[in-house]
């Protein structure tokens, strides 16, 4: 069979190829059949990065396969999201009734976060933040976030488990995908980004919804860089509007 691909140039240097591929003819008639892969760009798949319509949120299997339903529609914004990769953004529109197959290449940003592809050493930070973590929420100098709290909201964006924590402000910064910002600079910062930490390790530029919520086992917000712990803090010559610590599960803890 042949098709064609056209190549998109989207947001975060991300490639999306759309192949002109049937989707199917199994479809139900109230319902469309959408599916994809994810890969790297050595076109390996990329396992459990998230894929979001708005509604429905499915993860792609080891060899970054992913199918979901649609309602009858013609025109459906996608998301994907996966840790060390940039995320992308995307609308989608149906040909002829049918969902084109979606082949997407995801770019590597691992090396911008120094020391966070290095599996040992990042667990090892986790394991060392998870282990206190429960002393510094018992000083109750920010606010904390524990895995049943994310879970309790059974969705893949980590910003839903912090809808109503008092002082936080959820702005939207794309179609699934929201960003933390803190009431205490509402003023003039109003706009001011917090410092995120990811296992133990600045990642700058990066957003909550960055991080895929199954992913999470804790999350920490400090709005005050005086209650900030002194190791999440750094010597930048404006203080931060609030700083973000996130720590991810460990592979093969329960």
Same mark, same amino acid.
């Given at each position: 069979?042949?098709?064609?691909?056209?190549?998109? %140039?989207?947001? &975060?240097?991300?490639? !999306?190829?759309?192949?002109?591929?049937?989707?199917?003819?199994?479809?139900?008639?109230?319902?469309?059949?959408l599916?994809? *892969? *994810? =890969? #790297?760009?050595?076109?390996?798949?990329?396992r #459990?990065?998230?894929?979001?319509?708005?509604?429905?949120?499915?993860?792609?299997?080891?060899?970054?396969?992913f199918?979901?339903?649609?309602?009858?529609?013609?025109? !459906?914004?996608?998301?994907i999201?996966?840790?060390?990769?940039?995320?992308?953004e995307?609308? +989608?529109?149906?040909?002829?009734?049918q969902?084109? $197959? !979606?082949?997407?290449? +995801?770019?590597?940003?691992?090396?911008?976060?120094? /020391?966070?592809?290095?599996? /040992?050493?990042r667990?090892?930070?986790?394991?060392?933040g998870?282990? %206190? &973590?429960?002393?510094?929420?018992a000083?109750?100098?920010?606010?904390?976030?524990?895995?049943?709290?994310?879970?309790? =909201?059974?969705?893949? =964006?980590?910003? #839903?488990?912090?809808? $109503?924590? =008092?002082? *936080?402000? +959820?702005?939207?910064?794309? $179609?699934n995908?929201?960003? !933390?910002?803190f009431?205490?600079?509402?003023?003039?910062?109003?706009?001011?980004i917090? #410092?995120?930490?990811?296992d133990?390790?600045?990642a700058? /530029?990066?957003?909550?919804?960055?991080?895929?919520?199954?992913? *999470?086992?804790?999350?920490?917000?400090y709005?005050s860089f005086?209650?900030?712990?002194?190791? &999440?803090?750094?010597?930048?010559?404006?203080?931060?509007?609030? $700083?973000?610590?996130?720590?991810?599960?460990?592979? /093969?803890?329960?």
């Amino acid at each position: 069979m042949k098709y064609s691909r056209t190549t998109l %140039t989207l947001p &975060f240097s991300a490639i !999306v190829g759309l192949a002109i591929l049937s989707a199917g003819a199994g479809a139900q008639s109230t319902l469309r059949e959408l599916v994809g *892969v *994810v =890969r #790297d760009a050595n076109g390996r798949g990329i396992r #459990d990065a998230a894929v979001e319509i708005p509604g429905i949120a499915v993860r792609t299997d080891s060899a970054g396969l992913f199918r979901l339903w649609t309602l009858n529609i013609d025109t !459906v914004t996608i998301s994907i999201r996966r840790l060390g990769y940039s995320a992308i953004e995307a609308l +989608l529109s149906a040909r002829n009734k049918q969902w084109d $197959t !979606v082949m997407v290449e +995801l770019e590597d940003i691992s090396q911008e976060l120094p /020391g966070v592809t290095v599996a /040992g050493d990042r667990n090892q930070r986790a394991l060392e933040g998870l282990r %206190t &973590f429960g002393e510094r929420k018992a000083q109750g100098l920010g606010l904390f976030v524990t895995r049943k709290d994310i879970t309790d =909201r059974n969705s893949l =964006r980590l910003s #839903d488990a912090l809808q $109503t924590r =008092r002082g *936080v402000i +959820l702005v939207k910064i794309g $179609t699934n995908r929201m960003g !933390v910002r803190f009431a205490t600079y509402s003023g003039p910062r109003g706009g001011c980004i917090p #410092d995120l930490w990811l296992d133990g390790q600045r990642a700058r /530029g990066m957003e909550v919804d960055d991080v895929v919520a199954t992913t *999470v086992e804790a999350m920490e917000l400090y709005d005050s860089f005086a209650t900030v712990p002194s190791q &999440f803090s750094h010597s930048a010559n404006a203080v931060p509007c609030g $700083t973000i610590l996130i720590w991810t599960r460990i592979p /093969g803890k329960p």
